[in-house]
């Protein structure tokens, strides 16, 4: 079905060959694609240590070394959907607010043609205006792995528009029920005790990295696709949800995250829901010398690719 | 209560900003605080690889990205206790004899004030003269997570002071009581097959990372508990018993050492023993271009710091 | 038994001194030993990022942290085996099938003078070339620890002869016999739905890492053992199985693999069985800087060191 | 004189023990002081590579390893001025104009209280507003050393105040007397053909790196000297302006810089002059992991340190 | 003149932004452009440190710093040529002799669409397929910048194609004329006295970095015009020839070479001759983590690129 | 006359492979030798930043880049004398005084063979054993090369054998001549300003970088010459003499050196002198991740061999 936007095959084209897009997939525009790979270069919203306005580069960079079938279900994404690099939201480095505004118009267009928005970030602030775009009719389900709530109210001379508050944001202006929201994986110490009440009063279903080793995966999964339910939900990975020992080069790290095989564990189990878009956020190559960190996210971005196409089979091809 | 020992406010003052002190604290004498964080800047005791004399400072620095209240009991040390970054013991590079007398007489001073010594190491000898400066009159308890069990008698030529042997010495000194000494997390291979016949023979408790992977960490921290009982106890906290993936800066890695998981569980279980002061040894920046292994050891450190903060609440304010 | 072949001693000989041979052992040919230890710097099959050339030099330099005796067994391989440092297949750069021919003349020798080789790669290809070597008379149980299942056809233009594909061709040349060849850790996307359809046409037994995370080490190891039976066995282990936080510097990472205890916990499993040579491969240093996968990869090889000791023991020595 | 600002003593306090002070200086009020070192960890002007935010932080730790007395003059600058780290300038990371405003204000502070500002920065926008709180009753003289001449007029929109146009918001606002402003070392390609013309047009001296090689620098410096003159003068260093292979770490690095040599030599060649203050910008930790531009940077630091002691020493301690 | 062949305005797009194609050019066709930039991912050729492979994908990105205008000569390349990026010549991986049919075959339709080649490498040896593919009907000069002379005749047993070999080869199939090639900046030890008698003997010009120290820049680059004349010359800049310490990152680097202002100087000192098309190779990215030899090597084929320019507005647009 | 100490040939050998001993030499006794190349890995000497223990390794690693024959005077040291790799020796890491009996008695043992020691560091310190073991009787000439006089009396409690102390020590026991000994490269602030007087007094000739770049390598080296006249020599090269852009691993970086090209260029000069032994120094492996360090210790160490050998020659083969 789609053979125009298969990956460059890495038995004829070596992978350190050719222009590193996407999981070395063709350039294109969402009107064309069922998924639309994006980026957004975007670290306005950093609190700390920025970088993560590079992360796109790197993703892409090490996606290079991505392959065409998940080996659990023998499925290729791009036999199920058509796919393309779409390029990067030109955001503008001096005006936040501004770029905020580059961002939802730019995602509004995606919506608007019907492809599902997979994005490359970027800070979390980003999933702020990415939401605007894609939920302003009715507020969507939310699963977020992460090692933070990002639910801040402000920072800073009161900043309403940081990594750290996205979420509470996205809950004031309606764009997502706190009730289908579930946040997995949160850890560190906090800046003040009364850090996740916010959340909490909201019906935010908060499982800590220390519930979550309880519990394992499947049983927390099992929670999450109860919470978010059959409605449109979606799906935001902060890279720092990962331990730093796999993910290191990210602004905030934590110690005792997640690992690798429990994410993708995680990520696989939201096959079936009815997901309107995900973004992988918080990857800051200045920080991540191996690489290792942008091939973590990277397959990551190929296991959500994974889940879309399956939401894109199940609706049929547009 | 502790007003005047308050961390910077991430809020107000960025993170990247100021002197990096511990935790971004006020510097201060010990006779000011509950608990004296200490820098000791000394690796003459490393056999092979050296470079924890750069510990400290680079555990400062990591600290900046560390927050004030912890996430699961939902209490802030500052709350409990004062704190305050104490400085660095001033060793002399030349002189390994003179400068454990001036570490012993650095710890003696922090006993009589009443503070609780919390340590950013410098190499494992360290241990011995703070454990001079405390434990003189009696034989402590002594808690030790490492991969190496540090009771070999000597080195090179008779050496009997370095980073592999300060608990044989303690032992011999008095200052530990090996029937209330327990060992978590050894591993790798030894010089020779008798080497844990010491501390065996002593009647110190040594458990393998075998059996520790068997029985898991509730397990483990019981039987830990159960052996140093309510008498004072120290803690020892070497950063290579934690994997090399989590903690690369150490002058002699082992590979297949608990997670940071595992080890912020086990320090949290510390709570409520009778701790009379704590360390973090090892961390090597020469060998830790990431900063990882720093981030590691300020994290514990910060766990570290929730346990002895809760000795202090329930021993009542100086 | 074997004074002759004493790693040297590291409190006497510090760990920095010296000519970094493997283990800190003497230099010898194999006919003065029971196991070989041999370095094998070729990566011309290499379809990406290449750098394994460099590997048994860097695998050489992280051996000098290795001790005698095994902490579980408290038994030393070199008191049950003569083990030398046998130096460095020297392979021809710029010609890959004539270096595979160097390579097999090379393990011809070795076995014809009894002793078992463990090999230091290298790319996965130069496990063909050794099993010429060794198992030219009747095909051998194999056991290989890997993400990938190295058994695809060709490459790039029809190239038979890659890392990609040593184990097709071992079966197709009758060295390894396909029911007694289990795979476990494999994982990763792949590049065809078909990939595996010859390796299980064949009856070899793939071992996912999703299965193996489900029954855990011991289970798995027992079915291992028991595919490959009492029948000489070769080992592989490509470095590429554990996890890329514990070994990043490879040349095509996947996430998500086992962890080094689990590693560690397998090699153990395979004492007692009649294995003819085992070797490390895929440690790429160029993308390995912190020296951890060689740390890894170095381990490793003492964990095979002294499951090929018990070999030699109980065949008595030569 | 000024023996209660003396850096800590390297034969007595070893060099890696201590906080990491500028140049182990104690902390003092600018009212305390002669000469104020101050750091301004803000990097919101950046067009491309963030990070010099981190700055200040590692030019305080690389200058530990400085010493007191110039090796050429013979005199040390502690003996001339009472000199102090004054800590950092605390902006605001999501308000680039009230950041503008708090760094004005801090300079203005240190002004009226007498003691002349050595800076380390932070991205060259820093410069506007600490000319703005130094020279807002008449303009001053500039010498420039740097790699490009930051006289846009705006990037990205229109945006007025970034790392690239700093000079001629100065120029524009009466800050600095472009008859007396010269620029040395200029070079890399340019944007736009005009990209010079504002600043030749309004007098300004440009001394491309191609003429600087062709007169070296005792030439060069004695043009700057006669372009300044006696009158008030302000010195800005931007570190791009050495070559990139003793200053790796910096945003926009351009090949074919000044040595360090030259460099030193050049600072050397300010003496005398009316200097008002200095500062040293664009040094980026997230791009220098060996360190090296960070210590050439605390270098500099130093020799501008020299010279400013000098104009103490000239007009009288206060 | 060429407005469909405009980098991206740095002023609007920022450079963290968009896929990284070489100077941030269009991708396009030879046929459509008059100067072709080419990557050609090569690395069979190397004798050591392989890893040239990915020496395109870095000099693209980092090609991402340069604009549009040299700053001496106030022109754009951009306004003078067509310019684009033209992809990267898809080599085989196994099989060397092919790769260079495959390099060759690119080349002669690169020369038969009447563009010049800018090619990014790859190792040395592929400036032997360029030349074969640019100048099979009658010898080209050539200006060679190198440490070595790459005039060896064979390696390993007879190999005749590797990096150190190319100009040999070049001479004997008659595509260069040695009595027009002159090799600047060689210097190193030698394999062997005899090593550069074949060059001498055929009449190639060899100036060691001796020499070249001791005349400078200016007189050495006139003779090498009047060497090579008004005829078609290549032009082939190894990115060794620079000082490791501005180019680290190449398998085989020599201490003592030209600085980066050198090598410049003579870049533009090439203007004006009948250059057919110019390579900048060598450079190793897995051996380049700062990314400094990179940045290096994209700027100097900025500076190829003026200078191609000049020979497309001399010769007027096709 | 020296066929059995060749290096290995690296058109045969590929330079990969094999141990790495110095210069891919033999391993021999110095008996057995003219020349012999020594390691001396030690550091107890180092007041701040540690870690030349390991730069023996280091040194013998990159010198597997080395080629055989100089390439300006075209003869090869192997031709001219029998130069090995000789080993490290062996110091105690836990007794300073004892380690420099250690290394006095070893160079006794090869002054007492006849071979000519060149040393591979190891900080500065061991220049002062080592000049006992060749200078105990009668006190001899010495250039040393270095960013520091390293005639400084004490450090830390009266600690007199330190690397800043070593040529104090030389002098007062009589093993140099201060009449005879000339210092060139020395910068960099100092801690007092009476820091050369001792030298000064001496009559020791020190030549400050601003006075070698005033003056150029051949009068300055013309001088040097002329103070050792004709009487044995000792030269030690102290890697801190190099701009830190080219030798950035070692333990007191200074900016502002004499470069690679100058280095050699003095190092030739010293051809014709009765050179009774030569080092290299302060190498710290840690604090050179890109290996560049070690590789410019390597070359000077081969162009200090390549003056050895003319020495040997002269006075004819043993």
Do not use: W
């Not at 990415?130 to 302003?136: E, F, P, T, Y």
């Amino acid at each position: 079905m789609t053979n125009a936007f298969e990956p460059l095959d890495s038995g004829t084209v070596p992978r350190f060959a050719g222009l590193p897009t996407f999981m070395r997939l063709p350039v294109a525009e969402p009107s064309q694609v069922d998924i639309a790979i994006i980026g957004v270069p975007f670290d306005l919203g950093t609190t700390n240590r920025a970088g993560t306005r590079h992360g796109p580069r790197e993703l892409r960079n090490q996606s290079s070394l991505m392959r065409r079938v998940h080996h659990v279900t023998g499925l290729s994404p791009y036999d199920r959907a058509r796919v393309a690099d779409c390029g990067d939201v030109i955001i503008d480095p001096f005006d936040l607010m501004r770029s905020l505004d580059i961002i939802t118009a730019h995602y509004e267009g995606v919506r608007e043609v019907g492809a599902l928005p997979l994005t490359a970030g970027g800070d979390h602030l980003i999933s702020l205006p990415i939401l605007r775009g894609l939920a302003k009719d009715s507020p969507v389900g939310l699963i977020q792995f992460d090692a933070h709530s990002d639910t801040y109210d402000t920072f800073f001379n009161g900043s309403k528009y940081t990594h750290g508050t996205p979420f509470r944001r996205a809950i004031e202006e309606g764009l997502v029920d706190p009730k289908r929201f579930v946040q997995i994986g949160l850890r560190g110490a906090i800046s003040d005790a009364g850090n996740y009440d916010y959340a909490r009063e909201m019906g935010v279903r908060i499982i800590f990295i220390e519930e979550f080793m309880e519990r394992g995966v499947a049983d927390v999964m099992a929670e999450a696709r109860a919470i978010v339910g059959d409605a449109p939900t979606y799906v935001t990975f902060d890279i720092d949800g990962i331990d730093p020992s796999q993910a290191p080069g990210t602004g905030t790290p934590e110690i005792g995250g997640f690992s690798t095989r429990e994410a993708q564990q995680m990520v696989r189990l939201l096959d079936g829901l009815d997901i309107i878009g995900a973004d992988l956020v918080e990857v800051a190559p200045p920080f991540d010398p191996s690489g290792l960190t942008a091939l973590t996210g990277a397959t990551i971005l190929f296991e959500l690719l994974c889940v879309l196409a399956g939401v894109v089979e199940k609706k049929g091809a547009r």
